[in-house]
């Protein structure tokens, strides 16, 4: 069974700190990933898509990367602002077994970036 | 419309009682999610419909919990005799792909029942 992990749970940085936000999965058969943003009460936004033969994909500040074979994917946020402030949530699409075809999210990182 | 459209918003039941959830996806999407999220929580899978059929619902917790998509667009999700634990944020998802290659996922605002 897929399992994802978010390391750190909640991150606290001053405005201009470029930060990083890390996301480790236990079943490398994935057919992508993707970087999510939660505002409170709110539903997830798609930050992110890296599909399992890329190694990174960039929008604006944001950047992701990938490792598949040691199951890891970083997302850096450059220059951080207020507005920033969010719940951060990775996700996999399983390619095989139980996991086959479906998002499995980590708990998520809780960013405050105070001005 | 131009995104994913649940409702209601926001739903408050009793202990007991049945509950219907709508979701509306993105125009030509065929497949559909629904996710549930408790606080604190990221979101779990329920069921996954490719077109009119559940392709995969493992994720349904009990035999409470039901959806459907009968003309392959808009999907209901009902949940009978509601219990307090049944209490969450109730997601729905749509994508233009559906399983094996599963494209950009896009997400409604969600359905918060609580259950009294």
């Known amino acids: 069974k897929q399992e994802v992990t978010q390391i750190p749970a909640a991150l606290s940085v001053p405005e201009g700190e470029n930060l990083v936000l890390n996301c480790s999965f236990t079943d490398s058969a994935i057919y992508n990933l993707q970087w999510f943003r939660q505002d409170p009460g709110k539903g997830l936004t798609s930050l992110l898509l890296i599909q399992s033969s890329q190694r990174e994909q960039t929008s604006g500040r944001l950047n992701a990367s990938l490792d598949k074979s040691s199951g890891r994917s970083t997302l850096y946020i450059a220059a951080s602002q207020p507005g920033d402030s969010a719940t951060y949530l990775c996700?996999?699409?399983?390619?095989?077994?139980?996991?086959?075809?479906?998002?499995?999210f980590g708990q998520g990182t809780i960013l405050t970036v105070h001005p | 419309g131009a995104g994913v459209s649940q409702t209601p918003s926001n739903k408050v039941t009793e202990k007991g009682k049945y509950v219907e959830l709508r979701c509306d996806p993105i125009s030509g999407h065929t497949a559909l999610y629904w996710y549930r999220q408790s606080l604190g929580q990221g979101p779990e899978f329920l069921i996954y419909?490719?077109?009119?059929?559940?392709?995969?619902d493992s994720g349904l917790p009990n035999d409470r919990f039901f959806a459907v998509r009968p003309e392959g667009s808009v999907s209901t999700l009902k949940i009978q005799r509601t219990e307090r634990g049944d209490s969450a944020v109730y997601l729905c998802?749509?994508?233009?792909?559906?399983?094996?290659?599963?494209?950009?996922?896009?997400f409604g605002e969600g359905s918060r029942l609580t259950v009294l």
């Open positions: 998802a749509s994508s233009r792909l559906g399983a094996p290659n599963t494209g950009e996922l896009f």
């Open positions: 996700a996999v699409t399983g390619a095989g077994g139980t996991s086959y075809g479906k998002l499995t």
């Open positions: 419909f490719q077109g009119t059929g559940a392709a995969d």
